[in-house]
Nanobody
């Protein structure tokens, strides 16, 4: 069984930073692409950042220059470093593993940015 677990969310003030972690139950991140998504209340889920198996990174325009995605294959962990946080970054952040047979989603971690 594949399990994906996010952690690191919390409440921060505008301009603060958080580091989210996405841990998998086995060595998947060296093989598959990983994406961070977020969903704010009343809005659809959107892609925030993605890292491919070849470690090509992509970011939503709204987070470019502020967020950074990285991974540690040995630890089966993907990170999302979030700096200069804004209230609009508030939402539930999800990690998705793009496996061959299906996508695997974590249950999400809440990020709240107060003004």
């Amino acid at each position: 069984q594949v399990q994906v677990v996010e952690s690191g969310g919390g409440l921060v003030q505008t301009g603060g930073s958080l580091r989210l972690s996405c841990a998998a139950s086995r060595s998947l991140f060296a093989i598959y692409a990983i994406g961070w998504y977020r969903q704010a209340p009343g809005k659809q889920r959107e892609l925030v950042a993605r890292i491919s198996s070849g470690e090509t990174m992509n970011y939503a325009d709204s987070v470019k220059g502020r967020f950074a995605i990285s991974k540690d294959n040995a630890k089966n962990t993907v990170y999302l470093q979030m700096n200069s946080l804004k209230p609009e970054d508030t939402g539930v952040y999800y990690c998705k593993v793009e496996a061959s047979e299906r996508d695997y989603w974590g249950q999400g971690t809440q990020v709240t940015v107060s003004s």
